[in-house]
């Protein structure tokens, strides 16, 4: 069997098995030669199948050997199939991605700026304006001859928007100064004054604003030459435990100075009697003080004094302490005698105020009523209501009391007259 190698590899295995043959050679020496031709056509290169076809080798011949004398035959040629090109197969097409529905996007409007606010500025005098170095009485402000003073924004002038103060910085703020009479006070422009000496004068303050506009502000300034310091007020009541800063320098300052004190003042405690147990205990550079007493009563002066000299002097009261007691009676009850005349069977209301060591109405007006003379012709409250009982039979004399409950011992007497 041969395989399909083409037509010129089949003849040339053919040609090898006749010449093997035995005495083929000479048989084929002697006959005639008959020439064959063989047409040889190229054949297309072999395809990929082509080659995948097994080779077989040629089997050993069983059959008899041909008549050498009987042409060979020639083996008829297989003609060469075309290649045939398989058709391409057709991609299919991708099929497209499903669309995503779009909500149609609907454009959005930036809401409109609110209109901003109107502001409106104002200026005025900050609080503590002026504090610490000067005597600032209200409107009027009072120093020393020589004294000096800077005049600041923020400190002591401040500036309002819309009736508040601004939670930031404003921008486009600016002072200028003036003096109405140069001869007493000076000025800068930085806003420096000065006490050239003794007399009175007036501070002008322009302040020029962010919207353009300008404010004034105007101070009374009255160059003395007083005692440099002084308490104001000059006592106080406290309770136990409590503090107090006498300093200068303090939020709600008791002690005022003139503006060449502004340090250098000394303090000093003295008992006024101390029977209670109490204690008080002052820092002597600072002013600050600290009390504690078992008993209310006791009172304290505390002296404060300049290296010039100068002093002022407190007065501390330890406890709601009350220092007198002032009975009032209706002036309608008054007789023409200046008698308080109380008819049997009717009522009269007294009234009573208990004052502290301050000289101040007490804080706690705990009062006690009684009738301390004539007891079994009139009787009264606590309210202070006083009643004539029974019939006296002809004019009695009482005495009604008002007595502080604080153990302080602080009293008031009243003498009426009850007629029948």
């Keep these: 069997m ?23 050679g000479c048989a084929f020496a002697d006959a005639e030669v008959v020439p064959v031709f063989v047409e040889v056509k190229e054949l297309p290169a072999e395809t990929e199948h082509e080659r995948a076809i097994e080779e077989v080798e040629p089997a050993e011949p069983t059959e008899a050997p041909a008549d050498p004398t009987e042409a060979p035959t020639e083996e008829p040629t297989e003609e060469p199939q075309p290649e045939t090109t398989p058709e391409p197969t057709a991609t299919p097409a991708p099929k497209p991605a499903t669309e995503l529905a779009v909500a149609p996007v609907t454009p959005v409007t930036p809401p409109k700026p609110e209109p901003e606010e109107a502001k409106e ?219 308080v005349a109380l008819q049997a069977g009717r009522s009269l209301a007294l009234k009573a105020v208990a004052y502290d060591m301050t000289g101040d109405m007490a804080a706690r007006q705990d009062i006690t009523w009684a009738v301390i003379g004539g007891g079994q012709y009139a009787s009264i409250d606590n309210s202070g209501l006083l009643t004539a009982v029974g019939d006296p039979g002809q004019e009695r004399g009482i005495i009604v009391a008002a007595m502080a409950s604080d153990g302080s011992g602080a009293s008031s007497q009243v003498s009426l007259t009850v007629v029948p």
């Design 2 to 24: 041969i395989a399909k190698k083409g037509p010129m590899r089949a003849a040339g295995l053919l040609l090898g098995l006749m010449m093997a043959l035995p005495g083929f």
């Design 121 to 339: 500025y104002s200026v005025t005098w900050a609080p503590g304006a002026f504090a610490n170095q000067t005597v600032n009485f209200q409107d009027e402000l009072v120093m020393g001859q020589g004294a000096a003073y800077t005049v600041e924004l923020n400190k002591d002038i401040q500036v309002l928007v819309n009736g508040q103060k601004p939670k930031s910085r404003l921008k486009g703020v600016s002072l200028s100064f003036a003096s109405s009479n140069a001869k007493y006070l000076t000025v800068s422009g930085s806003g420096k004054i000065k006490c050239a000496r003794f007399g009175a004068a007036q501070l002008f303050v322009t302040v020029q604003l962010p919207d353009g506009g300008q404010k004034q502000l105007r101070k009374n300034v009255k160059i003395v030459d007083e005692p440099k310091i002084r308490f104001a007020p000059d006592s106080a009541v406290l309770e136990d435990g409590a503090k107090l800063d006498l300093s200068q320098f303090a939020k709600s300052p008791i002690l005022i100075a003139s503006p060449n004190v502004n340090a250098g003042i000394s303090y000093t405690v003295t008992s006024l009697g101390s029977a209670n147990g109490s204690k008080v205990s002052l820092d002597k550079k600072s002013g600050s003080l600290r009390v504690r007493y078992d008993r209310p009563g006791d009172a304290y002066l505390i002296t404060a004094r300049t290296y010039g000299g100068d002093k002022a002097m407190f007065t501390v009261y330890l406890g709601q302490r009350t220092q007198r007691i002032e009975i009032t009676v209706a002036q309608s009850a008054v007789g023409a005698d200046g008698r």
